[in-house]
């Protein structure tokens, strides 16, 4: 069974840091760009980052930019967003999806996990 789970959200305070896990089963993360998205209650779901496969390159929302880390743990099967200096309108639930393109950028993709819920608050 193909399965991507979201882990590590929770409650922290304004400037406080978390690191989610986007944990991959039933296929191989390393052929996959991988991308972490957010959405707010009546808000759009935005992009935060993506990782792709193919030369390990790496964006970042201008929102998230100089706070957010995104990486790849091939061995692990796992990726990881490190979020730094959190802010209240970084809460969200968070999402990590995989594109079978390898590349970022793509408009579809494949696989979506169920999401880690991040709140941000004093």
């Known amino acids: 069974q193909v399965q991507l789970v979201e882990s590590g959200g929770g409650l922290v305070q304004p400037g406080g840091s978390l690191r989610l896990s986007c944990a991959a089963s039933?296929?191989?993360?390393?052929?996959?760009?991988i991308g972490w998205f957010r959405q707010a209650p009546g808000k759009e779901r935005e992009g935060v980052s993506c990782i792709s496969s193919s030369d390990g390159s790496t964006y970042y929302a201008d929102s998230v930019k100089g706070r957010f880390t995104i990486s790849r743990d091939n061995a692990k099967n796992t990726v990881y967003l490190q979020m730094n200096s959190l802010k209240p309108e970084d809460t969200a639930v968070y999402y990590c999806a995989a594109d079978g393109t390898s590349d970022c950028g793509g408009d579809e993709y494949d696989y979506w996990g169920q999401g880690t819920q991040v709140t941000v608050s004093s």
């Open positions: 039933g296929f191989t993360l390393d052929y996959y760009a």
